[in-house]
Nanobody
Framework: QVQLVESGGGLVQPGGSLRLSCAAS????????MGWYYQAPGKERELVAR???????NYADSVKGRFTISRDNAKKMLFLQMNSLKPEDTAVYYC????????WGQGTQVTVSS
C-alpha cells in the first residue's frame, strides 16, 4: 500500500533554509508526477510545487524563486529545498503524487518565526 513519510521540518528564523524529504513506498514512484503540498492552520491543503516524470517543475506563485523540488527515483525520494523562508510559509508540509492518491502521510511541521 502507498506510504509517504515526510521529514526535515522544524523551527527556523525568517530568511533561513530547510530541506524536506519524503520517502515513498508501495507504488512505482518513477512513473508518477509528485508534489509537495502545505496546509496552514485553519486553511485548506494546497499544492506548493510539483515535478513531472520528465523533470518539468511548477510552483505556487508565493514560493517561486525560493523553493526547489527534486526527486531521486532510484531511492524513491522526493525533496523540497526551501530558502529565504517567510513566516507565511509556516504550515504542515506533505508529499504525494500529483494528482494526489487520497492517502496522506503525517506531514512535517515547518515553523518560520523569530
Amino acid at each position: 500500500q502507498v506510504q509517504l513519510v515526510e521529514s526535515g521540518g522544524g523551527l527556523v528564523q525568517p530568511g533561513g533554509s530547510l530541506r524536506l524529504s519524503c520517502a515513498a513506498s508501495g507504488f512505482t514512484f518513477s512513473i508518477y508526477a509528485m508534489g509537495w503540498y502545505y496546509q496552514a492552520p485553519g486553511k485548506e491543503r494546497e499544492l506548493v510545487a510539483r515535478l513531472s516524470t520528465g523533470g518539468t517543475t511548477n510552483y505556487a506563485d508565493s514560493v517561486k524563486g525560493r523553493f526547489t523540488i527534486s526527486r531521486d527515483n532510484a531511492k524513491k525520494m522526493l525533496f523540497l529545498q526551501m530558502n529565504s523562508l517567510k513566516p507565511e510559509d509556516t504550515a504542515v508540509y506533505y508529499c504525494n503524487t500529483f494528482p494526489d492518491t487520497g492517502r496522506w502521510g503525517q506531514g512535517t511541521q515547518v515553523t518560520v518565526s523569530s
